[in-house]
């Protein structure tokens, strides 16, 4: 078992929904965990489903909730969004995206395959220092509140068996295909390095 707490991140698109309850849950159970999104800008639900209401990553959980408030704050209210902004602003102030973190991990789970695939991208053009693996990990999750509750519970039961395995490195594929068996669903799995 590693002596240490397994090192997390979770990512979404947008840093809004899927990352965030698993950061929830997550840091709950004690686990050291960082949530981001892999998009190039927020995009939450708008007035019509191809008009997102699209924010920077520096704009602060907050700020959306109180232009959104402003905009239709009965819409944003009925729709969820302005519960999943205050859960947001209870964890931390504002989406962060991937691309832009430079910290380690000793596992990375993604919410969906396009950002399995940003994810993995990513880490393979940077250049290697440490050669110390990340297990990137997809979870895939549809974007609402029921399966990114789902998702989470089971990212954090896969994070619970890795942390309780005696080596990182040769459980991973032990885990995930108990984690097969079990949900039915199955789990993109590679390995980059630092």
Known sequence: MPSYPL?????????MNRSMEAHRILRRKGFRVRSFGAGSRVRLPGRARNLPVVYDFSTTYEEMRKDLVRKDGQRYNSNGILYILGRNE??????????????????IFTCEESVYDKV???????????????HVINVDMADNAEDATLGS????????????????EDSVVEVLLAAERKTGKSFLHTVCFY
Do not use: G, H, Y
């Not at 090192?7 to 840093?15: G, L």
């Not at 209870?90 to 596992?107: A, G, L, T």
């Not at 991208?121 to 693996?133: A, D, G, H, I, K």
């Open 120 to 134: 993995v991208e990513e880490l393979w053009v940077r250049e290697q220092e440490t050669f110390q693996p990340v």
């Open 153 to 168: 519970l089971i990212i954090c039961e896969l994070c619970e068996r890795l942390q309780q395995a005696d080596n990182l």
């Open 90 to 107: 209870r964890i931390k102030p504002r989406p962060e995206r991937f691309q832009e973190c430079r910290d380690r991990f000793d596992v």
């Open 7 to 15: 090192s997390v991140a979770v990512v979404c698109m947008s840093n």
